[in-house]
C-alpha cells in the first residue's frame, strides 16, 4: 500500500462512516446510499464503493487537495477523477498563476519572472530574479535572444542608464481563479461537515459551476481577503441575523508570501446572492468586518459526533422556519 492509498483509504473509511451514520439518523430523506459502504463524490455526487480506490479503474476517488496544494493545501477529502482532473487542472492554475503574479508585482524575495528589456532601441529578453536579501539581478539567455542583438546591448549597458522594463504577463483567467477558492471553500466545507448538509440541491449551483467552468452562473463576488486573526482559520459559521453563512478561512501560501482568503458559501435558507449582498452593506457601514461568527468547535467533530450534528441542523432548520427569532448556543 503506497502512502497515497493509506491516506485515500482513511479518508475513504471517515465519509463513508458519515454518510452511513446520516442514513441511519434518517437525516438524509432524499439519498439511498448504493452500496454498503458509499462515498458521494461532492462534486458530482456519483457513489463510489470501497472498489473506487483502486487507481487502475476508469474513474477512481482521487485526493483532493483544498486549497491547492501548490499553494500550501493539504489532502482532506476525495473526488472522483472526472472531477479531480477536469477542475483541478483547468481552474487551479489560474490561482496558482495569480499568487504568483502578486509575489513579483511586489517585487516580493525568492520570486522570478520574464521581462522584455529596452535600451537605445534594442530589445531582449531576460528573466529577473529578486534574491532572498532583495537582490535583484537579470539573466540573459543566448537561447532566447538574438546573440548580435544581445552583444550590444550587454555592452551598451553601463552604470546609471535608464532601461526600460516590460513584464511578460502570463494568462490568468480572472473568473477561473475565483473559482479555484469556490472550491477550496466549498470542499472545506465539505471536509469539516461532510454530508449532514452539502448534498441539499441548494448547492447544485456551485456544483455546476464547477463541472463548467466555462460558463459563468455563479455570482463573483463571493470572496474578500479577511484581516482576521489566524485563530479563526477554518470553517466557522457567521452566525450574526441576516447574515448567516458559512465562512471557509483560508492562507494560501507561495515560495515568498502568504495571504489569507475568506470565502462565502451560503446555508441552504437563502440564495448566495442574497447572502453576499446583505455582507457587502454590512461592509460598507463599516470597514472592520466584525461579527458574529461560531468557530464550530475545532475539537467537535462534525462527523461522528451525533448531538453536535443534530445542533447545527435545528439551527440552520430555525433559520428557515422562523427567521432569526431563535438563538443557537453551541456549548458542545
Ligand atoms: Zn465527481
Redesign the pocket.
Known sequence: MTNGDKKRKVIFDKFADNLKLLAELGLLPTITPKFERTYI?P??L?HFSVEALDQTIKNPLTLEDAPPKSLGGKANSL??K??NNHCGQTIDYHLKERMRELDRSQFLPKTEFNAKFEHNGTTVQGTIRIEEDGKITAIHKNKTNHPTKLETFIKNILPDRIINLTFLKTPVDPFKLQLALLKAGFLMTFSKYGYSFILNPTYDRIRQQLQHPEKTSYPKEFWFQPLFPKEIYGVPFITEAGLEAILPIFSLTTKSSERPFATIIPLTIKPIEETILELKNRFEKSSEFSVTMDPMGPNVDYLTNVEAIKKMLTWIDSKKANGTQRKWNDKT
Open positions: 463524490c462534486i458530482c456519483d473526488t472522483c472526472r472531477c
